[in-house]
């Protein structure tokens, strides 16, 4: 029996040679220290053993105690297993496009939410009921195939996404969205809208609709610039038509992919729109928004009226500015009257003082024979002393004058000295 080999083998060393049956190539490398570290399952069994003290069946025993401890944490089920009617899911195992894959499995209350412990849980026990080998028919294994098809879907990632961006068995659910009319608490009809949406954003967390304080005018509006930028990772993959893999040739495939990537744009497009929808309409019946408004529309008010008031104390200012010049000027004006009326009335008082001076100067004068001694004054001499009398009264004709003129005549008078006096006066 001859062997091919589909390799070459390495070139002999220099010194091989064909008719030797044996020969020594090379040495043995000298010998060297190593440091070596105890690794692998029998050294860390053995590390156990002597940590916690143990014999070999000591530890053998507590090995299983432990693995039969794992095996029944394993079987414990954290969510209630749900009875699968065969006649309301797939049982058509070359329609899995269309069917339902979480109710298949029995996972219709967790759906999207469903870890991937849960649906291998779920599976495990859907397999235990549905196995061929436990029917009649063991050929009968139709169901089965739809139950490994969900399974399969479930647990690849990306599959997963591509069925959760179209789950069937959310459409009804998807679709029950309140309006604008629909009666009833505005949190409990739209919170469950928007944690479903949740569910495609690439952005995570995802702000929810909860009670929040009105005032809290951030939050409300940081919620919807969220949702008007939702940023979404549906892809409608699943819904791809003729699938591009069995077309005939090139082109025919490429025509299809073509298709698809239209289709898929063109949901995407329509699922854009009908998110857009819901969000308006939540904005229009949120009643935060009506209470941020009027908050608002309180505070312009208030601005508003705080800069009316201000031109209002401005115009009352400027008013009573205005009206307290209009008294200072009309009391100036009044004071200017009242002293002039008083320089007037006392230029007439003065006047009538000066007068009064000079009626009794002259009375004193006529009755001292005017000014002359001796004889008593003829015509001519009266008249003479008259025109001196006048002269004298115009050098004093101010009263401080006058008065002490009179007083120096009355003087003058009572010394008997009278003709003296005044011709002193007159000769001034």
């Known amino acids: 029996m001859s062997l091919t080999l589909d390799f070459l083998l390495p070139p002999p060393p220099a010194s091989y040679k064909a008719d030797q049956p044996s020969a020594v190539h090379a040495s043995a490398s000298p010998a060297t220290q190593r ?22 069946s000591e530890d053998e025993r507590y090995q299983a105690e432990q693995k039969a401890k794992q095996v029944v944490e394993e079987e414990k089920v954290d969510f209630e297993y749900e009875d699968v009617d065969l006649d309301t899911v797939n049982t058509d195992p070359t329609n899995w496009k269309q069917q339902d894959n979480y109710a298949v499995l029995g996972l219709t209350k967790l759906r999207y939410k469903a870890t991937e412990d849960q649906i291998k849980k779920a599976h495990r026990r859907m397999v235990l009921l549905h196995h061929p080998d436990k029917k009649a028919d063991k050929n009968d294994d139709a169901f089965f195939k739809c139950i490994s098809k969900a399974y399969d879907t479930l647990m690849n990632p990306v599959t997963r996404r591509q069925y959760d961006s179209v789950d069937f068995g959310m459409a009804e659910l998807d679709e029950d969205v309140p309006t604008a009319k629909t009666p009833g608490d505005f949190y409990e009809l739209w919170a469950p809208v928007f944690e479903r949406e949740a569910r495609f954003s690439n952005k995570q967390p995802v702000p929810q609709l909860v009670t929040s304080d009105p005032a809290d005018k951030e939050a409300v509006e940081g919620f919807y610039d969220f949702w008007y930028n939702f940023d979404s990772w549906r892809t409608f993959e699943w819904l791809d038509k003729e699938g591009a893999e069995g077309a005939d040739n090139r082109d025919d495939k490429r025509y299809q ?38 908050e608002e529309k309180k505070r312009r008010n208030a601005k508003k009226d705080a800069k009316a008031a201000a031109e209002k104390a401005a115009a009352e200012e400027k008013a009573r500015k205005e009206e307290e010049e209009r008294l200072a000027k009309e009391k100036a004006e009044q004071d200017a009257k009242d002293a002039a009326n008083a320089a007037k009335k006392d230029k007439e008082a003065i006047k009538r003082a000066v007068k009064k001076e000079k009626k009794t100067v002259k009375q004193l004068f ?41 007083k120096s005549l009355e003087q003058g008078q009572a010394d008997g000295k009278f003709a003296e006096v005044f011709a002193a006066a007159a000769a001034q």
Do not use: W
């Open 35 to 56: 440091v070596l570290e105890p690794v692998g399952p029998t050294f860390f069994a053995y590390a156990s053993r002597k940590l916690h003290n143990r014999t070999f």
């Open 257 to 294: 992919e073509k298709k698809n990537r239209a289709q898929r744009a063109q949901l995407k497009k329509e699922d854009n729109a009908r998110l857009r929808k819901i969000i308006d309409t939540c904005l229009s019946v949120d009643p935060r928004i009506a209470l941020i408004r009027a």
């Open 366 to 406: 006529q009755a001292n024979n005017y000014g002359l001694a001796g004889e008593p004054a003829t015509p001519e001499q009266m008249s003479t002393q008259l025109a001196l009398l006048d002269e004298v009264l115009v050098k004093n004709k101010m009263l401080p004058n006058l008065e002490a003129l009179r």
